[in-house]
Structures are given as structure tokens and as C-alpha cells.
């Protein structure tokens, strides 16, 4: 069964972790675009709504080539995915994050985090967090995972 409820020892609002989507507007070549505004899949979109009502402390984006993103970081169009990557490139990719999050201030063992992503962007991640819910778990596809979000966004 999936653990759809937020912890209750964040005093502060969790750290939300949001992954990219494949689809994305495609600005200018050369043209740079905050990370929030890029991706623009119903997945995303409303993966970000419910972030916000969560009334998160931080809310990250997990990008396949960038890594953790804060949403305004301006990124140029990518074509990248986890999912084809391997086994060894995913683990560097999460290694990657989690020194992110830290130099961000963020102490990964007391800090709430909800990871909005399916598992291969979460898998080598938890791990090293102490504290974290996944909301899609147990979520069997998009499908499932959207009626999730929307019955949170209603």
C-alpha cells in the first residue's frame, strides 16, 4: 500500500522533490528558460500544484541532465531520461543530488522530504534520506498517479 500521508515531525513544511518530464517547451536554440516553466507534461504540472499545497520549505526539480534544480534555474531544452539510463549511471546521478541537497544547507537527516517521482529517480536517492514519503508508491502508471493528484489538487 502506498504511504500517501506527510510525515508529522516536519515543523518547518517537507522539501519537495519533483522529477522532470520528457515533455518540454523548446525555446529558442541558445535560449535558457527557468526549470519550473520548461517542463510542461499534466504530470508535472500537477505534481507541482500539489507540491505547493504541501507548503513545502523548498521545492527541488530532479532533472535527468542537470540533476537537482531549484525552479528558477534557468536551463536550456534537454532530451534525457533516467529511465534509459543504467544501473551505474543512475547511482552517480543520485550520489550527484544528494551532495546537491547538502550544499544546499540541507541536512538530509532531520529534513522531511515528499519525492514526486517514480522509482528510478528515487531509488538510489532514499537511501540517504532519513525521513521521506513517496506518495506514487504503489501507483501502478500515470494514470493512477494523476487521479492521485487529482483528488490532492481538487
Partial sequence: MANKELPKYCASGPVVLISCSSRKIKPKPGQTIEAKDLYCSSLFNKAWEYAKRLKP????????????????????????SLVKAGVAERKQWACAVIASIKQKGINIDETDFVILAGKVYYQYIIPHLSHKTLPYEGCKGIGEILRFLNSKIK
Avoid: M, N, Q, V
Wanted: glycine share 4%; proline share 4%.
Fill in 57 to 80: 520549505s523548498r521545492i527541488f526539480i530532479l532533472s535527468a541532465k542537470y540533476g537537482l534544480l531549484e525552479p528558477t534555474d534557468k536551463i536550456a531544452h534537454y532530451d534525457k
